[in-house]
């Protein structure tokens, strides 16, 4: 089975805070995705990897910035916290057959506070 | 540009009835449509996918969806709901020239006992 991790489930910070949120994957998958998942609004994408070192931004990329230097890690970084960064994050990895067409597998996410 | 609309927020409904979820996408080609459901507390797992052929397409934990393309829609059944089918669920739609999947905002399903 494809395993998703994330370091953190429940994180706290403070405004102006650099944040660091870590997701790893054990299937060797090229693709690895982080979206933000608020009430109401679904899963939105930040940015997505699809090779180490690449990275493409997603819908709402402003104030958020990707790290890949290992293939199954893919890591977010919230440069200085504010509190409307308040959310649940969510990683995900797929295989190179399609980004569009090819099936996600999850994380459990990490539910951040932003005070 | 593509797009999910999930018209229902909360469902609420008691354990062995039906379960009906409504999934309404727009995109100009092919689709590639996703479920996917979250239960609490945990990511979101894969229920069943459709690319082309059989336009129904029967997915885990007795799930099923009808792909009608005159109406732009997915929607997701199952004919009797355990307690354990209460969790979000989410449509999804993406693309084979396309770079994303695309969600909706989400259903939450209420099983009563």
């Known amino acids: 089975d494809v395993k998703v991790t994330q370091s953190s489930r429940y994180l706290v910070k403070r405004t102006g805070e650099k944040v660091f949120l870590e997701c790893v994957q054990d299937?060797?998958?090229?693709?690895m995705f982080w979206y933000r998942q608020d009430p109401g609004l679904g899963l939105r994408l930040i940015y997505f990897s699809y090779d180490v070192k690449m990275k493409e931004k997603g819908d709402i990329p402003e104030g958020y910035s990707v790290s890949r230097e290992k293939k199954e890690r893919f890591s977010l970084i919230l440069e200085s916290a504010s509190t409307n960064q308040t959310s649940m994050y969510l990683c995900a990895s797929s295989e190179n057959r399609g980004i569009g067409t090819d099936t996600q597998y999850f994380g459990p996410g990490t539910r951040l506070t932003v005070l | 540009a593509q797009s999910v609309t999930q018209p229902d927020i909360h469902i609420t409904v008691s354990e062995g009835a039906s379960l009906e979820l409504r999934c309404n996408y727009s995109y100009g080609a092919t689709p590639y449509l996703f479920w996917y459901v979250q239960s609490p507390g945990q990511g979101l797992q894969l229920l069943l996918k459709?690319?082309?052929?059989?336009?129904l397409v029967q997915g885990i934990k007795g799930f099923e969806a009808e792909f009608k393309r005159s109406q732009s829609s997915f929607n997701l059944r199952k004919p009797s709901v355990h307690w354990s089918d209460a969790a979000e669920y989410f449509c999804a739609v993406g693309a084979a020239a396309g770079n994303k999947l695309t969600f909706g905002g989400g259903t939450r399903v209420l099983v009563k006992p």
């Open positions: 459709y690319f082309s052929g059989d336009t």
């Open positions: 299937m060797d998958h090229e693709n």
